[in-house]
């Protein structure tokens, strides 16, 4: 077979959307088909064009549909807005027919985390949802419970002070149970007969159950009497949907009625029944609609589907308590009587020897308590074995006889077993009187005990209080501090030591006086260093000392100090400053106030720029200047002053030379 068609002239076409397909490969196919078409073009054709357009429309002849569906769905998933639309359109109907309980598991993440951003964006939207299904719920459960706690109350109190009550309460203690249950259990008694299951809707009855022997008339009568006077209720008296009928009453029987979704349960109920019953009732009919909530939803009158219902009100009918027939065992009350009059009794005598004993121990306890307050005494160990009393520990020779401690207590002596072992106390009461029995202060000097350290306090020769400080350094590790530094020495080296001192703090305290050196040698005292001759003379401050001006050798160099009151009085000195000028110390300046002549200003001027560096400045600034020549300035400034603020004139320039005045205006 060969081809008669150029495959190069066919018509060319675009394909779009087509960048899913692999080119490469298709041409390589369709080449391979056409070398086994036609043998001539193999040749032709050994390796593949990179552009060949009748490759192009052979692919759009054979896969042309397909491209256009694969195209139309790739513009389908990449636009967001008509994929929801798509799937919109799918949606209903796709969870319409999947399975309830895949459904439920995939779907329930989803509406968990939107209940949940709900309900924390506005909680109150789920409250106003809940509150009409939730406050009745939580109405009737408060009322039943309050209702159990009277009936509870009342049977409790009819029956405490009764022979019941007595027999009631010694059962009580006996089981374990509190005595409100066990005289319910006795005086509550009561048989569930019947238990009707109605329709809620439509009064239909669903099943019913009767106890054994129990008597009653026809059952669907009965659901129909019970719907017709629940509904008489609701009617007459305006009263919500969610609402029902709870108890009727008659005689010794009880109608208990509770309304589920889709069935009320009625129990009939002979005698007295406990409140907790609302409870087990309440609980059958949750199984109910567990177990056949659709069922009882689609209930048309066929009970076929509801067999297994039966099986649970069986189990109402199967409630109650019969009262207990047993006549009263009064042998074996007797003999219990006797046992608890012999165990009261040695209950007794023990109980009384016991205290005896525990006052006893008590003692010895308080005993114990006194001697471990004791200040240099330790207890280790103290114990009440065989009636005997045993102590150990440690004691300082110097503390109190743990012994002579015992009297006054009521603890007999006798059977008091001691075994102490001797130490010293590291208390700073039993240190001081070591040190006190060692040292053998003079009575100078006074010990005592200030915040936990041992004081010295007075005054003694210099021997003493080397000894002092021996008896410091020898103290043990971990005891109070033994200070000595408040003893004055009083040997007369350290006398005339103290008082040479004195003299020196005196001397480096007066102003113009720079102490250099100092010492005391051989008996003998030297002094040395700076002195203004302004200054205080170092030896006249001698006087009142009881230093011996014969023993001090004193060498002092003149210097000028710079200190304010020095340098003022050098000042007033070379100045003479009139009486109208007064010179004072200003903040360490030297400062000039009053009036003087200028040649007495130009003196101050010069006076004040020799001054030496690093003392206190000469301000003259103050000073005012009383001269002819300096009046004239003035009254010529003043005038100018007049001048510059009348209006129309301006002062360009002016000035003062050789007692003319000009200015141009």
Not at 99 to 109: M, V
């Amino acid at each position: 077979m060969t081809s008669t068609v150029d495959p190069f002239n066919l018509p060319q076409r675009t394909a779009s959307n087509d960048t899913e397909i692999d080119r490469e490969a298709l041409a390589r196919l369709l080449i391979e088909i056409a070398r086994n078409v036609d043998p001539d073009y193999r040749a032709q054709f050994e390796a593949v064009p990179t552009a060949d357009p009748r490759m192009e429309t052979l692919r759009q002849l054979l896969v042309s549909r397909e491209i256009s569906e694969l195209s139309r769905v790739t513009h389908l998933l990449d636009e967001p807005e008509q994929l929801a639309a798509a799937v919109g359109d799918v949606l209903p109907s796709a969870a319409g027919r999947a399975p309830y309980a895949q459904l439920g598991e995939a779907l329930a993440p989803a509406v968990e985390r939107a209940v949940q951003r709900s309900i924390q964006k506005s909680p109150r939207t789920l409250t106003d949802i809940l509150y009409p299904v939730f406050l009745p719920a939580i109405r009737k459960s408060i009322g039943e419970k309050i209702d159990q706690t009277f009936q509870s109350l009342n049977e409790t109190l009819r029956h405490i002070f009764t022979w019941h009550g007595l027999k009631w309460r010694l059962e009580a203690w006996r089981t374990g149970a509190s005595f409100s249950a066990v005289v319910l259990k006795h005086s509550l008694v009561y048989r569930v007969e019947h238990a009707f299951l109605i329709h809620r809707n439509s009064g239909l009855l669903i099943a019913h159950v009767t106890a054994h022997n129990a008597t009653s008339e026809d059952p669907q009568l009965i659901s129909s009497m019970l719907s017709a006077i629940q509904d008489f209720v609701k009617d007459s008296f305006n009263e919500k949907e969610q609402s029902g009928l709870d108890t009727i009453r008659f005689g010794e029987l009880r109608l208990w009625s509770e309304v589920g979704p889709f069935a009320t349960l009625v129990s009939v109920i002979r005698g007295n029944p406990p409140e907790e019953l609302h409870e087990i009732v309440r609980d059958v009919l949750l199984r109910i609609h567990e177990e056949s909530s659709q069922a009882l939803e689609q209930f048309d009158g066929d009970g076929s589907q509801l067999a297994s219902v039966e099986a649970q009100l069986q189990t109402c009918v199967e409630l109650k308590q019969e009262e207990s027939n047993d006549g009263f065992p009064w042998l074996v009350a007797a003999v219990a009587l006797l046992l608890l009059t012999l165990a009261g009794g040695w209950y007794f005598l023990s109980w009384q020897s016991a205290q005896r004993w525990q006052a006893y121990v008590s003692r010895w306890q308080a005993y114990v308590s006194r001697v471990e307050a004791q200040p240099g005494i330790i207890v280790a160990e103290q114990q009440v074995r065989d009636g005997q009393f045993y102590i150990a520990g440690l004691r300082d020779p110097l503390a109190v006889d743990p012994q002579s401690l015992l009297s006054g207590t009521g603890v007999d002596p006798a059977g008091v077993h001691s075994q102490w072992q001797f130490y010293q106390s590291l208390e700073p009461e039993f240190v001081l009187k070591r040190l006190t029995a060692s040292l053998a202060p003079p009575d100078s000097v006074r010990l005592s005990i200030v915040d936990g350290r041992i004081v010295a306090e007075g005054e003694a020769p210099d021997t003493w209080i080397s000894r002092a400080r021996a008896a410091a350094q020898q103290l043990s590790a971990g005891g109070p501090v033994f200070d000595i530094s408040g003893v004055r020495d009083v040997s007369p080296q350290v006398r005339e030591a103290e008082r040479w001192h004195a003299y020196v703090s005196r001397l480096e305290t007066q102003p113009g006086i720079i102490v250099a050196d100092q010492k005391i040698s051989d008996g003998q005292f030297y002094i040395a260093g700076l002195r203004d001759p302004l200054g205080a003379d170092p030896q006249s401050l001698l006087s009142g000392t009881e230093v011996d001006p014969a023993r001090v050798h004193a060498q002092w160099q003149f210097y000028q100090s710079l200190e304010p009151e020095f340098v003022l009085k050098r000042l007033t000195a070379s100045l003479y400053p009139p009486d109208t000028v007064r010179l004072s110390i200003v903040d360490d300046r030297i400062v000039a106030e009053g009036e003087a002549p200028d040649t007495w200003i130009d003196r101050a001027r010069a006076a004040a720029r020799q001054l030496s560096a690093g003392g206190p400045e000469f301000d003259i600034s103050k000073v005012r200047d009383v001269s002819p020549e300096a009046r004239a300035a003035e009254h010529w400034q003043y005038y100018v002053s007049r001048l510059e603020a009348q209006s129309g004139i301006i002062v360009a320039q002016q000035s003062a030379r050789a007692d003319i005045s000009t200015f141009p205006a």
